[in-house]
């Protein structure tokens, strides 16, 4: 084959099944004498519970069973694990509460499960439920952070003295506290990163089955990472042998982070379904989405940067308080550490760098990585105070992450906090971004909205992120309780068509098309002849799954190590068949073997063949056969960049801000599928303008309700909310990883609200507004306006 | 009028993408849990069950309709198109679904058959819309994927190509 796919905008297969109505999702399934679960949840962010009367709801037409967080107890269920553990300022570990799948003596926050109602059908159960009597008596609750962490403030779990799980720092405090006194600038920034409810559209679902005679559990879940669902149920909750579970994840509607981790449901079904002897199946409702995925985000923060007299950065320094909800989540710790202040460099080369986090439990949902998680807040916190700097010292926006950019030719580069970039080159993708926005003509754009009543500004973020996370023994060392590596098979069939097992999980990246696109390409062989599988543990030999835009980086080099085993093997083999030695086959790396100077060849189809016909084969030092599997544990992140510019008009009568341009500019190393890659840029710069805009998770601090639970209420960005994107990238290959590929799924959610917020703020800044918290909704954008008497101004 | 109590079971035959289907729905029973879990035509998918993301979308007599907020007993003796019908039986991809291929307007694919049938109803009515009629379309549905921007190209790209086709066949009468 001649025509390499690889940079070619393949339409993907699994469109094909999508489009006609014939994808498989979980709720899609079902299984012969499947009985219908329906959680109870608690309507009270924090209650005692005194007692919980099953009977009625037990007698109840339909029902099977009435379960409760007893029942799970007496049964030995184990609580749900967190992956990750942070080492406290101190060197304690962080607190951990246990987390019992159904509430056992205290409910913690809206929506927190209690019951469980199995029935003949969804209504019966949900019917059921109604009849359950649960005894609460109702607690002071707290859902902000900073006050949870208060003298005095309602205790989340008794367990523990206070609510804070932990006080973490990085860098070194002393050091930048003397930056700042000598600086000739200091410039600092209070800020809100809005909390967020991820929202895929399909809501979480699993059904889960117990097999007497093999003694074997399936759940079907939606899931972004079925090993890692089998390996916590297995090892931590139900104590079920890891060989006698299988976790499948089909095709899965979005997961952006939410579909990490590991859930009461999931294990509550696996269990009840030995327990009542039937399948078990449970679709989330809207309103069990909103109070009961994972959250992201909510941090409060003040940052503060120490400049020179010329702008350059001398130190920063960060303090943050980040609300964990009431429970740990499964990787819940490692986001407002690990993958939050590592980050605090950004594109520049601040010198000193000292930020200090204090996690705190409240009576809300718990909160864990949503689509860039940690990466987002780090980003916002750096460049909405690189922006406050500009104004405060009066440099250009452009100009002044110039100054500080880490130049081209000074990788690899050490920041101070701990992250080594391997590549980059910030200046190439503000200069095209710059050149895309049409900078040059802003002023006059900006002069000629004046003129129709309209504020126009623009907005810079220059974002860096960590993605393909990470060596394992250093995120090990960094408190991870898993390993990060990936596993990839290439199995050749006699017939040379190719089935590819991954452990990364696709839920609408497109890895159906982009993996087979890499492995066509170097076995030769057509891409409708190489399929890729992922998503069930009784066929992908293990994985960790897909977030932190790891696919192609990790998953993708695994299989790039599988298939070099394949190769090397089929070169041995080839050598066998032509008669010569395997120094003397070359391989074209497009699947042709060729013995070197001459044009006696063989095609990987032929070798496949020969591989399960073994005739004319070295039977005596090769097996038959042509599967090849490899783990491939990375040895750094990737450090995916870029430039958003972001250019709005808001109108002073009514706070509305439309976004007029927005332009991204990315550096994602090689781009397998520029199609695929410029979708996952747009996905997650409405993400992002979703959050500088329009979303935002709202609690009543006082009773730890969820104000905004559903879509009425929760403002998700729809297409009249959006322009049409202007993305393009400058790609500087990754230096660890063969394929040079650095990861862009996150990229537009990590971008884009700087951008967003800088450009109004610039637009503002003729009326006196020089801040302004998300998500930027008309009526705070007016308010921010009526305070700073600017529209008697205007 | 029609007269059922609450826990009776009662006979919906409808006209399915051009077929003949009947099966028992209780009178809470919903259009989109019915085509999907009675009748096993998963391709219509529910994501709010409260009419605001617009997933669960077909055409009830031709005219696109939250499936979510119907009963299955109000669509007994009408017409339903969904998803599984716009390429006919194993049939090449329509027009407006091989767009949305071109254009990378799906990821994930949940949200997809809800926005197709509201863009096959709207094309049928607009035949030269602009970009703010089609993202105002658009605004009745919910994608957390795409950005809509590979969606408003589409839709966009599909009336240009009905409107030279229509040329066309005028050019040839």
Redo the contacts between chains.
Sequence with gaps: MSDSSIGQPVHRREDERFLRGQGRYTDDIHLPGEAHAYFLRSPHAHARIRGIGTAAAAQADGVVAVLTGEDLAADGVGGLPCGWQITDVDGNPMKEPAHPPLAQGKVRYVGDAVAVVIAESYWQAKDASELIEVDYEPLEAVASAARALTDGAPRVHDEFDDNCCYVWEIGEGGEVDAAFDSAAHTVSVDITNNRLIPNAIEPRAAIAQYTPGEERYTLYTTSQNPHVTRLLMSAFVLQIPEHKLRVVAPDVGGGFGSKIFHYAEEAVLTWASRRVARPVRWTAERSESFTTDAHGRDHVTRAEMALDGDGHFQAMRVRTTANMGAYLSTFAPSVPTILYATLLAGQYRTPKIHCRVTAAFTHTTPVDAYRGAGRPEATYVVERLVDACGRALGIDQAEIRRRNFIPKDAFPYQTPVALNYDVGDYEATLDAAMEMADVAGFEQRRAEARSRGRYRGIGYSTYIEACGLAPSNIAGALGARAGLYEAGEVRLHPTGKVTVFTGSHSHGQGHETTFAQVVSDRLGIGIEDVEIVHGDTDRVPFGMGTYGSRSLAVGGTAIMRALDKVIDKSRKIAAHMLEVDAADVEYDDHGTFRVAGTDRTLSMPEIAFSAYVPHNYPLETLEPGLDEMAFYDPTNFTYPAGSHICEVEVDPETGRVEIVNFTAVDDFGNVINPMIVEGQVHGGLAQGIGQALLEACVYDDASGQLVTGTYMDYTMPRADDLPSFRVDTRNTPCTHNPLGVKGCGEAGAIGAPPAVVNAVIDALGPLGVHDIGMPLTPVRVWQAIQQAGGSRAA | MLKIEANDSHRVTLTLNGRERSGNA?P?TLLSDFL??ELG??????????G??G?CTVRVDGVASRACLMLAVQADGRRVD???G??GDDGP?SDL?AA???H?A????????GI?NSCADFLGRERDPS??Q???M??G?????????????AVLEVAAQRREQRQEERDDV
């Excluded at chain 2, 035509?41 to 409260?50: F, I, K, L, P, S």
């Excluded at chain 2, 994608?143 to 190209?153: A, F, K, L």
């Design positions: 209780r809470r999907r879990h035509a998963t391709g219509t998918h529910v994501g709010c069950e409260h605001v993301c997933a969904t998803v599984e716009l390429a991809l679904q949305f291929r071109r990378h799906l990821q994930c694919g949940f949200c997809t058959a197709l970009e703010a089609v993202r105002d658009l605004s549905h919910l994608c957390r994927c795409t950005g809509y921007t590979g969606i408003v190209r």
